[in-house]
């Protein structure tokens, strides 16, 4: 079934069993290997620049580099900071918490054990073995019943590398929100690389009955040396409603992975995401979605371009179990190619087992609209302002369903500055209101 | 202002505009009518230089240059507006910001700094007023979910924002309700000037009510076969197009 796996490459032969925090999930991972593009998961995206390569796991002390410093420090948030896999004290700062809360990095937490994963994500086992194996960090949440957090919690995940050396680095979270609990989460991820570095990071989360997580990603790894293989775990209760909302922004090689399990009448999944592949970089979104019990609900929009030479790939797989009846489940993707060397991969895929279910899904790649283009030029606006203008806000419209706004202006600033021009877009957030 | 001279065009390799010569003076209203797809809208894409309409022979000129020479950015600068039959919707870009990009696109071009804030603002509530739109008009989408009466009246509106020296309407009469109509004549009647000409397409003898033409013009398969003054217009009201291009009425 599984084909044959890079398990003799230079990247699992490289591996230093001393580094290893979990034995058990190393001899895991170095039995399956890393995966392939016999497997159905990894067709579109092929691991051969990491299997090529050997990588030193990154050690402690790595300095805040120049994207660390450009990160405005918001007073507003909990910040958490995470350097090559390690706790930043210096860059964190924790404010109070209301009684009963958890938040802390691993490192320092006590009592915390995080689920193996592999059974749930086939496509994805081998990689957290790899994750759980040499992780020794990560955020723990843990938010009691009926508690909201008024602060956002904000996690950075930062790679530095200033060696001629490819390092990785890797941390695993962990999320447990109690009944009635309301918590907004952010995520940013970036780097400053001289040589690839490979991250992982796997999250694993449960939300307890009429709990809402709000999670707001930003992904922006430098297109020639960041590499991250991400993957998102959550777990809902009755009622309980989930919203994350990704920007993948660059990245040699970035693969994420959106799991979102609806276990109990009344759950809801809004998941959300744009990219933008450039310069030979490669972004790939997976999720699934399984509604596991009656009155389910999930909304997924996901927008992205790809430009250069490069690659992107979405696959959006919708599980409805058998007795998940009333689920009400809705898809639709979107991709333009920016030029005739880009490739997008774009699959939505259902398996359905109830029969009293609306499931609605909508798949398009395609180029700029030629009469909105025309349009635009007519009113006096050059070809590659309307370009842009388009592009901009083809992925805004789906910016905007990012909870957190600092992110969102963050994020819609980088999609500028991926584009020719793009600094001309100067009042962006007046662009749709 | 504008000639056109023996103007051919064909789309998908199709030719439609099969040899038309129209002259347009400054301050001069004209009129085009003609049954459909007589090349109404391919004549007024031409002159707005919409890509995949290709020019297979003769010439137009304007304000002495040549005009298919020119991006479509390079004539909207130059002040040629083309006012579309069927407005795009551009969702995710708001109005507002389109209006003021065209409008710091036509300043930028005639070398005068970008509008202000203020000023934008002041241009823009006056003109939303004259078209009888609301505020909230100009935060959504360009076009967008607007009814077909909506985008010829938002059509207008760029218009009087832009002050283009050669107006040419395509249908912006069509899906007009009675007072809409009025308001865009309005409209298009504060323009009027000396300087300015306008191109009329149109169907009905009622926008011209509004906005009297000097010279009306009948196209029928790609040609122009009959000009005239205000009575031709009554007279296609009357009798439609049958007596003119020898089919029966
Ligand atoms: N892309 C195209 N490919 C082939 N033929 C086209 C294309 N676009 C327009 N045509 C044809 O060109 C002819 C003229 O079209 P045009 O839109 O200019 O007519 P019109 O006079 O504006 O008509 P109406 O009054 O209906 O608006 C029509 O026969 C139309 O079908
Ligand atoms: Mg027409």
Redesign the pocket.
């Known amino acids: 079934m599984s084909g044959p796996a890079n398990k003799s490459v230079p990247f699992v032969e490289a591996l230093n069993q001393q580094d290893a925090q979990d034995a058990d999930a190393l001899a895991t991972f170095i039995d399956v290997g890393l995966p392939t593009k016999a497997l159905e998961a990894w067709k579109q995206t092929n691991l051969r620049p990491v299997a090529q390569q050997a990588f030193a796991l990154a050690a402690d002390g790595a300095p805040a580099g120049a994207w660390l410093e450009a990160q405005d420090a918001s007073t507003d948030t909990d910040r958490i900071v995470f350097i090559n896999g390690h706790f930043s004290a210096d860059a964190s700062h924790i404010g109070d918490l209301p009684d009963g809360v958890v938040l802390a990095p691993r490192s320092q937490a006590q009592n915390t054990t995080v689920a193996n994963l592999g059974q749930r994500s086939p496509g994805f086992a081998a990689l957290d073995a790899l994750n759980a194996a040499f992780a020794h960090d990560g955020l723990v949440l843990h938010v009691p019943d009926n508690t909201t957090l008024s602060r956002p919690i904000e996690l950075i995940d930062y790679a530095n590398n200033t060696s001629d050396q490819a390092q990785m680095a890797h941390l695993r979270h962990q999320i447990v929100l109690g009944r009635n609990t309301h918590v907004q989460l952010i995520e940013r991820v970036g780097g400053d690389l001289a040589s690839d570095q490979l991250n992982s990071a796997v999250w694993t989360g449960s939300l307890g009955d009429n709990a809402q997580l709000a999670m707001s990603r930003l992904g922006a790894l430098p297109d020639d040396t960041g590499m991250r293989l991400q993957r998102i775990d959550l777990t809902l209760g009755r009622d309980a409603k989930v919203t994350v909302a990704s920007a993948d922004l660059g990245g040699k090689l970035v693969r994420v992975d959106t799991d979102v399990a609806l276990t109990a009448p009344g759950s809801e999944a809004h998941v959300s995401g744009i990219y933008f592949a450039d310069n030979g970089g490669h972004i790939d979104n997976h999720t699934r979605i399984e509604h596991r019990a009656e009155h389910t609900t999930s909304r997924e929009l996901f927008r992205g371009v790809a430009a250069g030479k490069s690659k992107a790939v979405f696959n959006g797989m919708v599980v409805v179990e058998k007795g998940a009846q009333k689920t009400d489940s809705d898809q639709q993707t979107a991709a333009l190619l920016l030029s005739d060397r880009a490739q997008v991969a774009s699959k939505p895929e259902l398996e359905i087992y109830a029969d009293d279910v609306k499931c609605a899904h909508g798949n398009s790649i395609g180029q700029l609209d030629e009469a909105a283009l025309f349009y635009l030029r007519s009113r006096g606006l050059d070809e590659q302002t309307a370009r842009t203008v388009l592009t901009f806000s083809f992925l805004n419209s789906v910016l905007e369903l990012m909870p957190d706004t600092d992110l969102r202006s963050a994020a819609a600033r980088l999609v500028r500055d991926r584009m020719p021009g793009g600094e001309r877009l100067q009042d962006a957030e007046a662009f749709a209101q | 202002m504008l000639e056109i001279n023996d103007l051919h065009a064909e ?2 390799g ?1 030719t ?1 505009l099969k040899g038309i010569t129209l002259s347009v003076k400054a301050g001069e209203v004209h009129a085009v009518m ?12 031409v002159l707005a230089g919409r890509p ?1 309409y290709e020019v297979t022979g003769g010439s137009v000129s304007y304000q002495g240059n040549d005009l298919l020479d020119m991006e479509p950015e390079e004539r909207a600068a130059a002040g040629v507006f083309l006012g579309f ?1 069927y407005p795009v919707e551009i969702p995710g870009v708001s109005n507002s910001y389109f209006l003021k990009a065209a409008v710091n696109a036509a300043r930028t071009a005639r070398g005068e700094p970008e509008i202000d804030a203020v000023s934008f603002l002041k241009e823009l509530r006056a003109a939303l007023k004259d078209m009888d739109m609301s505020d909230d008009m100009v935060k959504r989408g360009v076009n967008e979910g607007f009814s077909g009466g909506e985008k010829k009246r938002n059509e207008i509106l760029q218009m009087l924002m832009l002050k283009p020296k050669l107006g040419v309407l ?2 912006i009469d069509s899906g007009l309700d009675i007072d809409a109509l009025k308001v865009v004549g309005k409209g298009i009647n504060a323009l009027r000037s000396p300087e300015r000409a306008f191109v009329l ?1 149109t ?1 009905y003898q009622r926008l011209l009510d509004h906005i009297e033409p000097d010279v009306v013009h009948v ?1 029928a398969d790609g040609q122009i076969i009959r000009t005239g003054d205000r009575q031709l217009a009554l007279e296609l009201e009357d009798k439609g197009y049958g007596w003119l291009t020898g089919e029966a009425a």
Not at chain 2, 34 to 45: D, E, I, V
Request: proline share 4%.
């Open positions: 789309v998908d199709k439609i003609g049954p459909n797809g007589s090349g109404k809208s391919t004549l007024a894409a995949g039959q395509d249908e397409v169907h196209l």
